[in-house]
């Protein structure tokens, strides 16, 4: 890393420990949402954008992170303890998931992981006597950590950032790890990787577990934050905004789904003078993304700064030795 | 310049005075978009049409109300920023939401900043919380529920019941609390029939009503899904009596279901063919404004925005502590509040009593059978 | 038994629609190797337009059918193709799956907006009247439905195989560069494929919007059972979407009755899973051959 990007996310990280301070309660509450779906979108960028598979269950895995974490700090167990399992468990039915659909062709995955997101809301919505059904659970109290309570809404952002920044590390060290950049070599060419002695399938199905985790963290920070959790947060229709945050973002960036989850949940903000409008532009606004920069928005900037930006001309003669 | 500078001093005074005088902000914070959408843009252009109906009258205390929408996305984690927002944006009193999912949740935000909140739930749970902060614009459906078990006890003689309901948290509410009842009258249910949200064959539930051997069905479904079983059951010819609770017989199930309404009965808390001159006037003006025929969600809205404003006069100023502690025990009648359009009271739990309806569809519209007292 | 006989008749009625959208799923798969989220706002669509050109227009029922019909080969073929299709084809799937997810909620709110969020009644195609069959009630509707549906596959299925531009239609989903030295014209056999899906799925919609009534909600679970027939029957099968349709209607009928309302549900999505563990093809379907 070069000092000037060393620099870039010091500005970053200041960036966000300032951001709420003076701020009344509902920007702080959003910005905590934003931190929060950050997380969960980048477990899923792991997913799609490292390792090509499609998930359809990122919110059902930030539900079964909420549901457990809800229910063990309901009982009286600390917060610390319920998120490692919540993230642990994720992980392993993550395994369980993908392994017969990874068996088999690779859009199957998504099949899959639909099916999978539909019956989990189902189960939670059922076995009422465990999660409360459609009711749902209320009253998840916020974690004391190392004595520091987070009960404020302005201690939980940060609770919030603490969590966020570790996750980012994590991501960034897997990223950079050999095994990240097997990742990369199987987004870019799996027929290439397998033979360069990558296994292909092992790697992805760790790839979709490890996203899924993700996704469990998001969850185990979401039933504090939100303090009631009940079935439809976690449907299908989640997980597909969740799917778009790292798309419109950019799928395969590091930083595309904070920027992705950003426009996800600012824009409405945003665009609210349209009033009814603004998801009939929002969504319109997509698929023209889809349209020019499929890299989604980090992409699109990564295209117009190579457009204006002077150009070294590369020997011609060079070239042709290049392509060799 | 000066008179920027003068202004913003003047603002400045003004937000430092407590409560803050000349400014009435109201906000409604409501399912403007998602499954709840049907539901809250009528609750909302309730509430819209009776500030606009007030402001026109001179507004609150001499004020013009200033109404705020913050659309919930039928999200309860948005509808909880939502309210956070809509105090943050300094209102002294807040109306919605409609679905119990998103006022359990954005209760406890009101609760906290110690706003009145007027919603649209109907959930029994909203008032058990103690939450001295929450009024309700209609009556819970664990007040709806023993008027019409009452009544299909004692007046129809029912003894066996299919019940029929939505497996959702709206269903879920009048679910429990038609069951509970049941028990108390001695009523067996005879099938217990879970449905979906935005369920579309309802074969399976009619064929298994019909044969369970009940001498009535309870059906409690949202809109279309109840038009959607009155039509199924037509077509099965089911041959029993199909009672519900304020969904099964409105308007729009009606316009929905065609002639397979006929005959379906049930209890409502509002009605526009009550025949109650101030309620039918009331919906006249609302078709004639919005260009759609209002459900009870819209007369709760509408309600809601005049109760806001005769009990903030009651008080006496936009003091929001001062009003909930009015709106407790109050009584408002139609002669002190034209706008209520029926008398209506509130208990400590914040839960409203007012009179209500028993109806039937004959020839697509509501003919009352009976009028329940308050309970 | 005349319990066990209504179930299956109301199932099979249910399920001649979802095999009508499934169909559509099929072949745009087969066009455009892509997952068409859009799929249920296809079907919800165009009773839409069939209420603007009654209501709007004053136009009678059949001639508003008519008007859908075109507006939705125009809209939900022609510019869903040139619009949404084309321009992301050479980014892959991912852009295009991401951009008929936006392409459906687009739609969807757009009827919201622009015509009502709540449910409006739909004429009905056939007479109301209803049979008794060994004590199982059927509606002409039903029957109507579930004839249609046959034709209209049964219809396709014939021209696909059976005449020369659904023969090239064919080639064209199975290898489009091999058909385009074949001299087949790619590009137009694409387009058909376009207009075909449109063209079912406003048949669909007006043969299940007097019963489901037309709103703009509707498409949210007709996708997903749409997407799981076309699975279940397979995926590359025409004849796969009708058996999926059908099966999932049925299914998801006695599941109600004899496992468990509340899970009813789920038992079309566990059909999912174990087709996919044990025939990922699917009932009907041939193997693909092709891992990536």
Known sequence: MNPFKLLLLAVGLVALFVAPIGQGNYIIYTLNSWLLFSIAAMGLNLTLGYAGQVSLAQAGFMGIG??????MTLAGIHWIFAAVLAISSCFLVGLMLGYPALRVQHHFLAFVTLAFNTLLFLVLRNEEEMTGGSLGLVGMPRPDIFGLSTGGNLQFYYFTLVCFVCAAGVMWWILRSPWGRAFMALRENPIRAESLGLKVRRQTLLAFAIGSAFGGLAGAIQAPLVQFIEPHSFGLIHSLKLLLMVVVGGSGFFFGPMLGAAVVILLPEVLRFTEGYYLIIYSALVIVLMAYSPGGLIGLGQKLFDKFRPKQQARHDLKQGVQL | MLRTFLGATAVALV???????GEVKVGSIIELSGPGAAAGTNFHDGVKMGFEEINAAGGVLGEQVQLSEYDSQTDPQVSRAMVQKAIDDGVYVITGTVFSSSTVVNMLVAQQAGIPQFTGSEAPSITQKGNPYIFRTTFGAQKGMPKVVKYMAEEMGVKKVAIVWANTEFGKGGYGAFMDEARNYGIEIVADLPTEQAQTDFSADVLKAKNSGADAVFVYLTEEESARFLREAQKQSIGLPLVGETTLIGAKVIQLAGDAASGAMGHVGLTADAGIPAITEMVDRFKAKYNYTPDHNAIKGYTAAWTIKCVTEMVGSTDSQAIADKMHGLTLTTDECPGVLMDATWDETGEMSRESFFVEVENGKQTVKAILPPN | MAEFLQLILSGLAAGSIYALAAVGFTLLWQASQTINFAQGEFVMLPAFFVLVGMTVLGLPLWTSIAFALVLSLIV??????????????????LPLVIA???????????????????AQPFPAIFPQTVYNVAGASISLQDIGNLTVSMLAIVGLQLFLGRTRTGRCMQATAQNPNVAEILGVNVKRMVLYTFLINAALATVASVL???????KFSNGETLGLVAFIAAIVGGFNQIRGALVGGLLIGVIDNLSAVYISAQYRSAMPLILLIIIILVRPQGLLGTSEGRSV
């Open chain 3, 100 to 118: 008929t997810i936006a392409l459906g909620v687009l739609l969807k709110e757009s009827v919201k907006e622009f015509y009502g969020a709540t």
């Open chain 2, 15 to 21: 937000l430092s005075a407590i409560p803050a005088l």
């Open chain 3, 208 to 214: 299940i919007s007097p019963i489901y009534l037309a």
């Open chain 3, 76 to 93: 939900l073929g022609l510019m869903f193709k040139k619009l949404v299709v084309e321009p992301m084809l050479p980014h892959g799937t």
């Open chain 1, 66 to 71: 909420a549901y457990v974490t809800a229910l």
